[in-house]
């Protein structure tokens, strides 16, 4: 599994970006979405949000190992857990 995060300053582009990222995982914050793909897969959604960011702001990629998923938590009312979603 995979969290991408990113920061971007133009609205067009950010909107742009989190409705590309709904089509590939689970949004768990407005700016943070977990996919899990293949590692050749999210080489091709890094390329695409490459093209989509136009030099506006950062975007940041986390690869999360099973291991980690496992002793993951989320704590909050109403608060998606991706790690659910994803086995």
Known sequence: ???IAYD???DKIRTKIAKYLEKKGLRIQKSVFAV????KAVSHIMKDLEKL??????????SVCRTCVGKSMVIGKG??????YFD
């Not at 899990?36 to 590692?39: H, I, K, R, Y």
């Open 1 to 3: 599994m995979y969290l």
């Open 79 to 84: 608060v998606p857990d991706p790690f659910y």
């Open 8 to 10: 971007i300053e133009s």
């Open 53 to 62: 960011r136009k030099d506006d702001g950062v975007i940041h990629l986390f």
């Open 36 to 39: 899990e793909v293949t590692s």
